[in-house]
């Protein structure tokens, strides 16, 4: 982990960060964590050779990341939230205006789908995420939790990868491998879930072409992914699916903003109530519309004071999913102002009926914008080779 400190009022960082381009937010003090993930093309492709070899096997066998049961209770509203500075807002990819309108018939936004990764206990979990703007077109939102492993204390979750509408083991866009995540670093540090956010620069997609017969020798030179049996040798063929944003877009990012304004939240929920009734299976996302409490959300046990709150149905699996503001259903677009971190049940009666997410304040933008300005790269070679 690599601290950035980006001092009030200004966007000055360390003189060796500044090759990479990261811009500090002027709007608030804040710490930025930056972690690597593939750190280099030979990692990154050993890490798509991972979820796609078998035919995606392993992103088939992957499970939702939930949350245990006990640890969904009623959470408490208090006082009204202040925010830390002027509201801002970076527009989607192509959007020169704020989009506008309140919808009822939803089309799904291209952007959203899952990160895969590995946990601390070695399982195949997964969670929500979109594709959000960026100078590279290569930045991913989620929640912090689906980045870092706050179970097992562990720096970074394994093999993480994002794949935009994902459907039964089919990636339409390709599949993207996380390269660097930027956190606020009193999450990756002390866990504090009013900072439950991440950011993730991912290379450019990789995607498969069909399965190739080949030599021995080809096969033992071959860094991807491949299977012999029965005396014959195939391998898949990959090609270069270029930049995410370029291939769905990305959505517009907001911070500062009042509550008590409409959002629709996207993610994909899977698992079961408290009480075990499962009307989710994790394979289609799903939406919820509503106003964001014009209170400040507090759940001691996570150390969280400060979210802001939706009343909503849904259940774990929807963690890391974008609430979007301004959404315009023709455009599919809107600003990313909240990402799902907890669940509650208000009621009592064992079903999860409202979701949680961090404020997003000055602190949240400093994490972006460092993140915002990276560039990542590609792993597939001219002739559908994976670099190494």
């Given at each position: 982990?690599?601290?950035?400190?980006?001092?009030?009022?200004?966007?000055?960082?360390?003189?060796?960060?500044?090759?990479?381009?990261?811009?500090?937010?002027?709007?608030?003090?804040?710490?930025?964590?930056?972690?690597?993930?593939?750190?280099?093309?030979?990692?990154?492709?050993?890490?798509?050779?991972?979820?796609?070899?078998?035919?995606?096997?392993?992103?088939?066998?992957?499970?939702?990341?939930?949350?245990?049961?006990?640890?969904?209770?009623?959470?408490?509203?208090?006082?009204?939230?202040?925010?830390?500075?002027?509201?801002?807002?970076?527009?989607?990819?192509?959007?020169?205006k704020a989009p506008s309108g309140k919808v009822q018939n939803v089309n799904l936004p291209k952007t959203?789908?899952?990160?895969?990764?590995?946990?601390?206990?070695?399982?195949?979990?997964?969670?929500?995420?979109?594709?959000?703007?960026?100078?590279?077109?290569?930045?991913?939102?989620?929640?912090?939790?689906?980045?870092?492993d706050t179970d097992s204390n562990k720096a970074l979750l394994d093999n993480w990868v994002f794949v935009?509408?994902?459907?039964?083991?089919?990636?339409?866009?390709?599949?993207?491998?996380?390269?660097?995540?930027?956190?606020?670093?009193?999450?990756?540090?002390?866990?504090?879930?009013?900072?439950?956010?991440?950011?993730?620069?991912?290379?450019?997609?990789?995607?498969?072409?069909?399965?190739?017969?080949?030599?021995?020798?080809?096969?033992?030179?071959?860094?991807?992914?491949?299977?012999?049996?029965?005396?014959?040798?195939?391998?898949?063929?990959?090609?270069?699916?270029?930049?995410?944003?370029?291939?769905?877009?990305?959505?517009?990012?907001?911070?500062?903003?009042?509550?008590?304004?409409?959002?629709?939240?996207?993610?994909?929920?899977?698992?079961?109530?408290?009480?075990?009734?499962?009307?989710?299976?994790?394979?289609?996302?799903?939406?919820c519309y509503g106003t964001t409490t014009a209170k400040a959300v507090g759940a001691p046990w996570l150390?969280?004071?400060?979210?802001?709150?939706?009343?909503?149905?849904?259940?774990?699996?929807?963690?890391?999913?974008?609430?979007?503001?301004?959404?315009?259903?023709?455009?599919?677009?809107?600003?990313?102002?909240?990402?799902?971190?907890?669940?509650?049940?208000?009621?009592?009666?064992?079903?999860?009926?409202?979701?949680?997410?961090?404020?997003?304040?000055?602190?949240?933008?400093?994490?972006?914008?460092?993140?915002?300005?990276?560039?990542?790269?590609?792993?597939?070679?001219?002739?559908?080779?994976?670099?190494?």
């Amino acid at each position: 982990m690599k601290r950035i400190l980006l001092p009030a009022g200004g966007a000055v960082l360390a003189t060796g960060l500044l090759a990479a381009g990261l811009v500090g937010s002027a709007q608030a003090a804040g710490d930025v964590a930056t972690d690597p993930m593939a750190r280099n093309t030979r990692d990154a492709a050993s890490v798509a050779s991972f979820w796609l070899a078998s035919n995606g096997a392993a992103l088939r066998s992957a499970s939702a990341y939930t949350w245990d049961s006990n640890e969904v209770r009623k959470v408490v509203s208090k006082g009204g939230y202040s925010p830390d500075g002027r509201p801002g807002s970076t527009a989607p990819t192509g959007e020169e205006k704020a989009p506008s309108g309140k919808v009822q018939n939803v089309n799904l936004p291209k952007t959203i789908g899952k990160v895969f990764f590995v946990d601390g206990s070695g399982k195949f979990r997964w969670c929500s995420a979109t594709s959000i703007q960026s100078n590279y077109r290569n930045l991913v939102a989620t929640a912090g939790h689906c980045v870092y492993d706050t179970d097992s204390n562990k720096a970074l979750l394994d093999n993480w990868v994002f794949v935009p509408g994902y459907y039964q083991g089919r990636a339409p866009w390709g599949i993207y491998v996380g390269k660097q995540a930027f956190t606020h670093y009193d999450f990756d540090t002390y866990e504090d879930y009013d900072r439950d956010y991440a950011f993730v620069t991912v290379y450019n997609g990789i995607a498969f072409n069909g399965v190739k017969k080949v030599t021995k020798s080809e096969f033992d030179g071959f860094s991807g992914p491949k299977r012999g049996w029965g005396g014959n040798y195939y391998i898949l063929q990959s090609k270069d699916a270029g930049r995410l944003g370029d291939n769905v877009g990305g959505q517009g990012f907001a911070w500062n903003q009042p509550t008590g304004k409409a959002v629709r939240a996207f993610g994909y929920p899977a698992a079961p109530h408290p009480d075990g009734n499962k009307p989710y299976s994790g394979v289609t996302p799903k939406n919820c519309y509503g106003t964001t409490t014009a209170k400040a959300v507090g759940a001691p046990w996570l150390k969280i004071e400060e979210h802001i709150g939706l009343k909503c149905a849904v259940t774990p699996g929807f963690d890391g999913g974008p609430w979007l503001s301004q959404y315009s259903n023709g455009k599919r677009l809107g600003y990313v102002s909240g990402v799902t971190s907890t669940f509650a049940d208000q009621d009592g009666n064992d079903r999860i009926d409202y979701i949680t997410s961090p404020y997003f304040d000055g602190e949240t933008a400093a994490v972006y914008n460092a993140a915002k300005n990276v560039w990542s790269g590609k792993i597939v070679g001219p002739n559908g080779e994976l670099y190494k």
